[in-house]
Structures are given as structure tokens and as C-alpha cells.
């Protein structure tokens, strides 16, 4: 077999998936490897798309790794074993000896179906999953290379629309992505110091939403304290689990595997928006929906997650060339804050949703617990902005009214 190895982004971009791409080609080639990449994940496999990594200088990995969004382009396809099968046959005409593929959750499955299929084939390739996803959904991980970084932003934007509010009250709803699993929408709280500041209600999709007390939520906050900043993540769902969106709006958007389309919509902001005013008589109502957003946002990035992402592209391909034949790179958390690197099975992880535990969710389903914002805290990186507000005295009124 050539030393030649194949490597690959697949999914949403990140903000530092570049990094795990890096780390990978700059491992490889400490390992004398030649480092080929697919164009768009898994069809530039397909399409014989393929990059020849090993020409490209370190001082350009080095600018690559530093830029969101995945430098090779990703993919959204689904493979099923007929594709993985046409996948295993371009990795055999390349001669292909090891197989990278970074990304979620049905990433994960691709690399197991190639896997097997080259072990019945009796083709001797190492396939290896590297682990990515805002979503934080990842199986056997405490977190995934990406969350930090998007965490972070999302802390920021809701401090700042949280300034924004308190300077113009009304009611204010964030809408985070999150189909099944609410890490994102719940790191709005991130930069919260005590309770009068927003987000003064959080909705994760581990909770069943309910119209009349989402209302009765928001109603008693802005009686308290004449506003109200609201994080709801882009999954919540009723009782049957039928998506919220469904309920609000009789026409809804679907994807190509038939999901009904969360995100790419401002939808779901509008409605509730619409539905706050219509039921509880408020004037100033305003939604945003962040959308792709939160996913590359320049120059917002955890340092954390920087260098967990590098680390687990290196240790990927160290757990290759120490004899592995397959697996998933996952991140477990030893103390606060240090973090170790393993290899779990492939079957752990692949095509499986890690939800947030219930000991993050306070017991009513509309805010995060203290433990949620110690596990988040040491994510999010260093130097976060402060925010403060004026303390002087107010003067006596002289007039009377």
C-alpha cells in the first residue's frame, strides 16, 4: 500500500474545523504520509475531486487553520451503503491507506460503513472520525470541537441584545439552532451575571413546549421587570414532538431527507413574536434568528477550542499510525479544565444524539442550572467582554404631577 491518506470535512462549517484539517495534514506529513483532500467531503470522493495537501506550505496550513468555515468545502450528503461502496472504490483506485472524515453524527456512520465494507472487502484501510458540531450532540464526548466557539458568540450576541433591551425594554426572542440537542441555545446564559439580566428565560427542545405557559413565562417577567430577552432554540417541540413551528405557521419548508427546515427561516421568531403581542397586549416585540451565524463568525473564536480541535486532528492520525484500525476521536474532561483524547468505537457514536443531561436544566424547563454554566465557563475561552451599567444616584423630582 502507498503512504497516502485521504481527508475530508463534512456537515456545517466551524469555526475552527480548519484546525482539525491542519492538524491531520501536518501529522501526516511529520509521518512522511502524502496528504490528499476531498473537495466537498464525501461527493468530491465520488467525483475524484481530490487535492494533492502534501504541496501546500506550512505557513499557509498554519493562515488556513486560523479561518472559519471548512477550507475543502463540505457536503450534506447522507451516504447509505450503495454510496459508501462507490466511496471505497475511488479510496482503492487511489490506493488510499488511511481515511479521515471530520464531522457530526452521520459523519461518524459514513466512516463505520466504509470501514466494514473495506474489512469484507479485505482492503486494509484505517478509517477514523474526527469529531465536529456546534450542536455539542456528539456521543462519549463531554464536547465537540466547535460548540466552544459558537457558544461563545452566541453568550456575546445575547449580552449584547440584553444591553440593547434594558436600554429600549420590550421583549426580545433569540432563536438558536439546535434541532434535538439545546448546548447552543443554553449557552445564551453565558455571560449572565445575576437574574435581571437577559436571557431571563432559556427553551431547550429537551423539554416539551408549552404555548400558554411559554406566555405565562414571559408575562411574569415583564411584569417584574418591564422587559423580557428570551433564547429559544430552533427544535422546540409540543408534547407529540411535533416541531413548534408546525403548530404556529400551516405552512412549513422541508429538506431534502424531509425534515421540517428549522434553520434558514425566520419563521419560528416571527411567530412566537406575533403570538406575544396578539396574546399578552405587548407593543415592542423583536426576534432575531441567528442563523448560520453563530457557526463562522470571524474573529470570535475559544482559544480552547482552537487548540482541542488541532489536537484531535493530530491524535487522529497518532492513533492511526499506532495500529488502530478504526474509530472515533472523542474529548473527555479530567478535572477543571483539563481534557484528555481517546478513541471510542465507532458503533459508540455513530449516528446517535447526545441531548443535555437533566442536572443542566433547572426543574421548570425555562433557564439552565448553575451546573450548565460551570461546565460551559471554562469552554468559552479568555479576555470575555464585561459588561456594565451606571451607578449613580438618582436626584429627587421637585415638580409635582
Known amino acids: 500500500m502507498a503512504a497516502r491518506i485521504l481527508v475530508a470535512q463534512g456537515g456545517g462549517p466551524t469555526a475552527v474545523i480548519n484546525q482539525s484539517l491542519v492538524g491531520v495534514v501536518q501529522e501526516a506529513r511529520r509521518h512522511g504520509l502524502s496528504v490528499y483532500g476531498a473537495v466537498h467531503g464525501v461527493r468530491g470522493i465520488l467525483n475524484e475531486d481530490l487535492l494533492d495537501l502534501s504541496q501546500e506550505t506550512t505557513a499557509q496550513l498554519e493562515r488556513v487553520a ?198 434558514g427561516t425566520g419563521a419560528l421568531a416571527d411567530l412566537l413574536c406575533d403570538t406575544i403581542k396578539a396574546k399578552l397586549g405587548i407593543k415592542r416585540v423583536r426576534g432575531d434568528t441567528f442563523g448560520y451565524l453563530q457557526r463562522s463568525f470571524l474573529g470570535c473564536v475559544s482559544e480552547v477550542d482552537q487548540r482541542e480541535a488541532r489536537e484531535v486532528g493530530e491524535r487522529a492520525v497518532q492513533f492511526a499510525q499506532g495500529g488502530a484500525e478504526r474509530g472515533s476521536v472523542a474529548l473527555r474532561r479530567t478535572g477543571d479544565y483539563c481534557s484528555e483524547i481517546v478513541l471510542q468505537p465507532l458503533e459508540a457514536v455513530a449516528a446517535k444524539t447526545r441531548v443535555m443531561e437533566d442536572a443542566l436544566i433547572n426543574a421548570e424547563g425555562n433557564h439552565v442550572t448553575e451546573a450548565f454554566r460551570a461546565y460551559l465557563r471554562p469552554l468559552l475561552g479568555s479576555a470575555l467582554p464585561e459588561r456594565a451599567g451606571l451607578r449613580a444616584p438618582r436626584l429627587p423630582k421637585l415638580l409635582a404631577r
Open 66 to 263: 486560523a479561518t472559519p468555515a471548512s477550507a475543502l468545502g463540505s457536503t450534506r450528503d447522507k451516504p447509505d451503503a450503495a454510496y459508501c461502496a462507490q466511496i471505497l472504490a475511488v479510496l482503492q483506485a487511489h490506493q488510499i491507506s488511511q481515511f479521515y472524515y471530520i464531522g457530526g453524527n452521520d459523519s461518524s456512520d459514513t466512516v463505520r460503513i466504509v470501514a466494514e465494507q473495506a474489512a469484507a472487502a479485505g482492503y486494509p484501510l484505517r478509517a477514523i472520525h474526527i469529531p465536529k458540531t456546534i450542536d455539542n450532540d456528539l456521543v462519549g464526548n463531554d464536547h465537540t470541537p466547535g460548540y466552544p466557539s459558537a457558544a461563545r458568540f452566541v453568550a456575546q450576541a445575547f449580552a449584547g441584545a440584553d444591553l440593547d433591551n434594558a436600554a429600549l425594554p420590550g421583549v426580545y426572542v433569540g432563536v438558536v439552532m439546535g434541532r434535538h440537542a439545546g448546548f447552543l441555545t443554553a449557552a445564551a446564559a453565558g455571560l449572565q451575571q445575576h437574574p435581571d439580566q437577559g436571557p431571563h428565560l432559556v427553551y431547550l427542545p429537551e423539554r416539551t413546549f408549552d404555548t400558554a405557559r411559554f406566555l405565562a413565562d414571559v408575562q411574569a417577567v415583564y411584569s417584574r421587570l418591564g422587559r423580557c430577552v428570551i433564547a429559544v432554540s430552533e427544535g422546540i417541540h409540543d408534547a407529540s414532538g411535533a416541531p413548534i413551528i408546525t403548530q404556529l405557521s400551516s405552512q412549513v419548508e422541508r429538506d431534502a431527507h424531509g425534515n421540517v427546515q428549522l434553520s
